[in-house]
Protein backbone atom coordinates (compact mmCIF):
# COMPACT_ATOMS: atom_id res chain seq x y z
CA UNK A 1 0.00 0.00 0.00
CA UNK A 2 1.39 3.24 -0.75
CA UNK A 3 2.39 5.53 2.32
CA UNK A 4 0.63 8.73 3.28
CA UNK A 5 1.56 12.01 4.25
CA UNK A 6 4.82 11.64 3.15
CA UNK A 7 4.63 14.62 0.23
CA UNK A 8 7.81 16.65 0.52
CA UNK A 9 9.79 14.89 3.21
CA UNK A 10 12.58 13.82 1.32
CA UNK A 11 12.95 17.61 -0.09
CA UNK A 12 16.09 18.09 1.51
CA UNK A 13 17.61 14.44 1.11
CA UNK A 14 17.25 15.45 -2.58
CA UNK A 15 18.29 18.71 -2.20
CA UNK A 16 22.00 18.14 -0.80
CA UNK A 17 21.99 14.34 -2.72
CA UNK A 18 21.74 15.93 -5.78
CA UNK A 19 24.21 18.81 -4.89
CA UNK A 20 26.33 15.87 -3.80
CA UNK A 21 26.66 13.88 -6.70
CA UNK A 22 27.11 16.97 -8.62
CA UNK A 23 30.07 18.43 -6.90
CA UNK A 24 31.44 14.37 -7.15
CA UNK A 25 31.06 14.22 -10.58
CA UNK A 26 32.66 17.34 -11.35
CA UNK A 27 35.57 16.67 -9.12
CA UNK A 28 36.09 12.86 -10.77
CA UNK A 29 35.40 14.55 -14.19
CA UNK A 30 37.84 17.41 -13.73
CA UNK A 31 40.45 14.46 -12.13
CA UNK A 32 40.37 12.49 -15.34
CA UNK A 33 40.81 14.72 -17.86
CA UNK A 34 44.42 15.95 -16.11
CA UNK A 35 42.93 19.60 -14.67
CA UNK A 36 43.70 18.46 -11.13
CA UNK A 37 47.12 18.44 -9.81
CA UNK A 38 48.41 14.83 -8.71
CA UNK A 39 49.30 15.26 -5.11
CA UNK A 40 45.92 17.29 -4.65
CA UNK A 41 44.39 14.46 -6.34
CA UNK A 42 46.08 12.18 -3.89
CA UNK A 43 45.08 14.48 -1.31
CA UNK A 44 41.10 14.83 -2.24
CA UNK A 45 40.52 11.24 -2.40
CA UNK A 46 41.18 9.74 0.77
CA UNK A 47 39.20 8.14 3.41
CA UNK A 48 40.03 11.23 5.40
CA UNK A 49 37.71 13.58 2.97
CA UNK A 50 34.40 11.89 4.66
CA UNK A 51 35.43 14.51 7.29
CA UNK A 52 35.28 17.03 4.93
CA UNK A 53 32.23 16.62 3.30
CA UNK A 54 30.10 16.52 6.39
CA UNK A 55 32.01 19.68 7.36
CA UNK A 56 30.51 21.32 4.14
CA UNK A 57 27.05 20.03 4.88
CA UNK A 58 27.18 21.54 8.20
CA UNK A 59 28.16 24.95 6.68
CA UNK A 60 25.41 24.84 3.83
CA UNK A 61 23.24 24.59 6.88
CA UNK A 62 24.89 27.20 8.79
CA UNK A 63 25.92 24.88 11.63
CA UNK A 64 28.91 26.29 12.15
CA UNK A 65 30.70 24.93 15.15
CA UNK A 66 29.86 21.28 13.86
CA UNK A 67 31.38 22.79 10.36
CA UNK A 68 34.87 23.95 12.34
CA UNK A 69 35.37 20.33 14.10
CA UNK A 70 34.94 18.04 11.06
CA UNK A 71 37.35 20.55 8.51
CA UNK A 72 39.47 20.09 12.11
CA UNK A 73 39.46 16.53 12.28
CA UNK A 74 39.89 16.71 8.23
CA UNK A 75 42.82 18.87 8.53
CA UNK A 76 44.66 17.24 10.62
CA UNK A 77 44.91 14.04 8.99
CA UNK A 78 45.64 15.00 5.28
CA UNK A 79 48.09 18.00 7.14
CA UNK A 80 50.86 15.28 6.59
CA UNK A 81 50.70 15.10 3.28
CA UNK A 82 49.95 18.83 2.46
CA UNK A 83 53.13 20.05 4.20
CA UNK A 84 55.26 17.10 4.30
CA UNK A 85 58.13 18.86 6.34
CA UNK A 86 56.45 19.17 9.42
CA UNK A 87 57.15 16.41 12.18
CA UNK A 88 53.55 15.36 13.18
CA UNK A 89 54.61 11.69 14.52
CA UNK A 90 54.48 12.55 18.06
CA UNK A 91 51.54 15.06 17.25
CA UNK A 92 49.47 11.87 16.08
CA UNK A 93 49.67 10.39 19.61
CA UNK A 94 47.08 12.91 20.51
CA UNK A 95 44.74 12.34 17.92
CA UNK A 96 41.68 11.49 20.78
CA UNK A 97 42.21 15.66 21.88
CA UNK A 98 39.76 16.26 18.79
CA UNK A 99 37.05 14.08 20.39
CA UNK A 100 37.84 16.27 23.83
CA UNK A 101 37.00 19.12 21.75
CA UNK A 102 34.25 17.92 19.82
CA UNK A 103 32.63 16.67 23.06
CA UNK A 104 32.92 20.33 24.75
CA UNK A 105 32.13 21.94 21.62
CA UNK A 106 28.77 20.03 21.15
CA UNK A 107 27.98 20.60 24.90
CA UNK A 108 28.16 24.34 25.08
CA UNK A 109 26.34 23.94 21.80
CA UNK A 110 23.46 22.09 23.08
CA UNK A 111 23.64 23.74 26.13
CA UNK A 112 23.05 27.56 24.78
CA UNK A 113 20.45 25.95 22.16
CA UNK A 114 18.21 25.23 24.92
CA UNK A 115 18.52 28.67 26.54
CA UNK A 116 18.07 30.09 22.91
CA UNK A 117 15.51 28.03 22.50
CA UNK A 118 13.21 27.33 25.17
CA UNK A 119 13.95 30.03 27.81
CA UNK A 120 11.62 30.86 30.33
CA UNK A 121 10.13 27.67 30.29
CA UNK A 122 8.93 25.65 32.82
CA UNK A 123 9.36 22.13 34.07
CA UNK A 124 6.38 20.91 32.83
CA UNK A 125 7.32 22.24 29.71
CA UNK A 126 10.60 20.59 29.93
CA UNK A 127 8.63 17.04 30.32
CA UNK A 128 7.42 17.69 27.41
CA UNK A 129 10.60 17.17 25.71
CA UNK A 130 13.13 15.00 25.53
CA UNK A 131 16.97 14.76 25.87
CA UNK A 132 17.93 11.14 24.54
CA UNK A 133 22.50 10.73 24.59
CA UNK A 134 23.90 7.15 23.90
CA UNK A 135 27.60 7.35 23.57
CA UNK A 136 28.85 3.60 23.98
CA UNK A 137 26.02 2.95 25.69
CA UNK A 138 21.96 1.68 24.78
CA UNK A 139 18.60 3.27 26.32
CA UNK A 140 15.58 2.04 25.90
CA UNK A 141 12.88 4.79 27.27
CA UNK A 142 8.95 5.07 27.05
CA UNK A 143 7.62 8.42 26.65
CA UNK A 144 4.06 9.19 27.87
CA UNK A 145 3.87 12.98 27.13
CA UNK A 146 0.21 14.11 27.15
CA UNK A 147 1.53 17.33 24.83
CA UNK A 148 4.97 16.36 23.27
CA UNK A 149 6.69 19.12 21.36
CA UNK A 150 9.88 17.25 20.41
CA UNK A 151 13.99 17.34 21.50
CA UNK A 152 16.95 16.04 20.31
CA UNK A 153 18.53 12.60 19.70
CA UNK A 154 22.07 11.40 19.90
CA UNK A 155 23.45 8.05 19.30
CA UNK A 156 27.62 7.85 18.42
CA UNK A 157 28.70 4.23 18.61
CA UNK A 158 25.88 3.79 20.62
CA UNK A 159 21.79 3.26 20.14
CA UNK A 160 18.49 4.44 21.65
CA UNK A 161 14.94 3.17 21.60
CA UNK A 162 11.96 5.85 21.79
CA UNK A 163 8.40 3.89 22.48
CA UNK A 164 5.46 6.59 22.05
CA UNK A 165 2.60 4.17 22.40
CA UNK A 166 0.71 6.59 25.37
CA UNK A 167 1.89 10.19 23.83
CA UNK A 168 -0.02 12.73 22.32
CA UNK A 169 1.95 15.39 20.03
CA UNK A 170 1.41 19.03 20.87
CA UNK A 171 -1.30 20.77 19.36
CA UNK A 172 1.59 23.12 17.28
CA UNK A 173 3.00 19.66 16.19
CA UNK A 174 6.24 18.34 17.33
CA UNK A 175 10.25 18.32 15.64
CA UNK A 176 13.04 15.67 16.97
CA UNK A 177 16.49 16.70 16.10
CA UNK A 178 18.28 13.44 14.73
CA UNK A 179 22.63 12.74 14.98
CA UNK A 180 23.39 9.54 14.27
CA UNK A 181 27.31 8.92 13.69
CA UNK A 182 28.22 5.05 14.11
CA UNK A 183 24.92 4.34 15.86
CA UNK A 184 21.39 3.42 15.62
CA UNK A 185 18.16 5.08 16.76
CA UNK A 186 14.37 3.68 16.61
CA UNK A 187 11.17 4.93 17.23
CA UNK A 188 8.21 3.41 17.50
CA UNK A 189 4.94 5.73 17.23
CA UNK A 190 1.04 4.87 17.48
CA UNK A 191 -0.24 4.13 13.93
CA UNK A 192 -2.16 7.35 13.20
CA UNK A 193 0.81 9.74 13.66
CA UNK A 194 1.40 11.99 10.86
CA UNK A 195 5.59 11.67 10.63
CA UNK A 196 7.52 13.75 8.21
CA UNK A 197 11.29 12.15 7.82
CA UNK A 198 13.96 14.74 6.37
CA UNK A 199 17.01 12.90 7.84
CA UNK A 200 20.18 13.47 5.65
CA UNK A 201 21.84 10.40 5.48
CA UNK A 202 25.93 9.71 4.48
CA UNK A 203 27.15 6.10 4.21
CA UNK A 204 23.84 5.34 6.33
CA UNK A 205 20.16 5.08 6.50
CA UNK A 206 16.88 5.81 8.56
CA UNK A 207 14.15 3.39 6.96
CA UNK A 208 10.50 3.88 7.21
CA UNK A 209 8.95 0.83 8.15
CA UNK A 210 5.14 2.02 9.26
CA UNK A 211 2.65 0.19 8.15
CA UNK A 212 -0.53 2.33 6.60
CA UNK A 213 -4.37 1.84 6.91
CA UNK A 214 -6.91 2.89 5.15
CA UNK A 215 -9.35 2.56 7.60
CA UNK A 216 -7.22 5.21 10.37
CA UNK A 217 -7.18 8.82 10.46
CA UNK A 218 -4.26 10.79 10.54
CA UNK A 219 -3.69 12.91 13.53
CA UNK A 220 -3.45 16.59 12.82
CA UNK A 221 -0.83 17.39 14.08
CA UNK A 222 2.91 16.49 12.66
CA UNK A 223 5.98 14.94 13.95
CA UNK A 224 8.82 15.90 11.73
CA UNK A 225 12.03 13.97 12.35
CA UNK A 226 14.96 15.63 10.82
CA UNK A 227 18.74 15.59 11.07
CA UNK A 228 22.02 13.67 10.03
CA UNK A 229 22.85 9.95 10.21
CA UNK A 230 26.53 9.42 9.70
CA UNK A 231 27.29 5.75 8.93
CA UNK A 232 24.82 5.10 10.85
CA UNK A 233 21.17 3.58 10.91
CA UNK A 234 17.87 4.63 12.06
CA UNK A 235 13.77 3.33 11.80
CA UNK A 236 10.29 4.59 12.84
CA UNK A 237 7.72 2.01 12.87
CA UNK A 238 4.19 2.02 14.49
CA UNK A 239 2.33 -0.31 16.30
Given at each position: MEPKHEAGS??????????????????????????????????????PTIFLIIAIINLVKEKFIPALIFTAIWGFFVLPD???????????????????????LFLNTHR???????????????????????????NVRRIESENFEGGEITSIFGGSELYFNNCKIAP?????ELTNIFGGTKIVVPRNWNVKIEVTSILGGFADKRIYSDNESPSKQT??????????????TNF
Open positions: AKPNHSFAGAGLIIIGALLLAGNLGFIPQPVWDIIFRWIFPTLHTDELKSYWPVLLILAGLKRKQDSYPGKTRTHEENLIDEVAIFSGEGAVILIIKGMSIFGGGEI
